[in-house]
Structure formats: structure tokens, C-alpha cells
């Protein structure tokens, strides 16, 4: 079983950054693949970014690449999500998850993922 825990959300003003971490524990953290997803009020999660089980495949949404940074550190069993220039449509809860898929790349839907974490507030004011 693998247990997932998001911090660092909070209130920001729009042009601001925070950074995010998803703290994992149970079964070999370094294995899998993880993912960011958000959902915003009244609509479907969405992917922001993955990166592969070697940290060597990164993927981002259209609408954070630029501004967002996804990576991992093994050794703490923790993945980052550091995002910038934040802008009020970042407003979500964001999630992060894991995908025991171990191929190559990283994958954008969120049905494939298998463990989630409960989500952390980000609220970006204008």
C-alpha cells in the first residue's frame, strides 16, 4: 500500500509562486511514476505534470509548462510541484498520485493512476 500526503498549498496573489511536495511512503517510492493533477470547482480533475519512475521523462499541461516544475527526490521519498507566476486560473485543490505503469514516459490520465493523495488548497487571488 502506498500512502500519499500533499503540503504547501495555501493562499497566494496572482504572479506569485509556492511550492508544493508530496511526501510518499509504503512500497518502493523510486519504482513508479508519479503525477500532479488539480480540479478546480465544478470541473474534471485535470493533469499538470508527471515524471517518470527515473525522473528522466517530464510531461506538462499546456497551460503550466513555463511556470511549473515537477521533480523527485528518492532519498525523501517526496516529489515537488514548484509553480510560478501563479495566476487566479491555478486556483484547485491539487492531488498528486502514482502510476505503477514502469514503461517509457509518463502518462496524462488520470484513471490509469492508482493511489492518490487527499489534495491540498491552492487559491491564487488576482
Known amino acids: 500500500q502506498v500512502q500519499l500526503v500533499e503540503s504547501g498549498g495555501g493562499l497566494v496573489q496572482a504572479g506569485g509562486s509556492l511550492r508544493l511536495s508530496c511526501a510518499a511512503s509504503g512500497r518502493i517510492f523510486s519504482s513508479y511514476a508519479m503525477g500532479w493533477f488539480r480540479q478546480a470547482p465544478g470541473k474534471e480533475r485535470a493533469f499538470v505534470a508527471a515524471i517518470s519512475w527515473s525522473g528522466g521523462s517530464l510531461d506538462y499541461a499546456d497551460s503550466v509548462k513555463g511556470r511549473f516544475t515537477i521533480s523527485r527526490d528518492s532519498a525523501k521519498n517526496t516529489v515537488y510541484l514548484q509553480m510560478a507566476v501563479l495566476k487566479p486560473e491555478d486556483t484547485a485543490v491539487y492531488y498528486c498520485?502514482?502510476?505503477?505503469?514502469?514503461?517509457?514516459?509518463?502518462?496524462?490520465?488520470?484513471?490509469?493512476?492508482?493511489?492518490w493523495g487527499q489534495g491540498t488548497q491552492v487559491t491564487v487571488s488576482s
Open positions: 498520485a502514482v502510476d505503477t505503469f514502469r514503461g517509457f514516459g509518463v502518462r496524462r490520465t488520470a484513471q490509469l493512476y492508482e493511489y
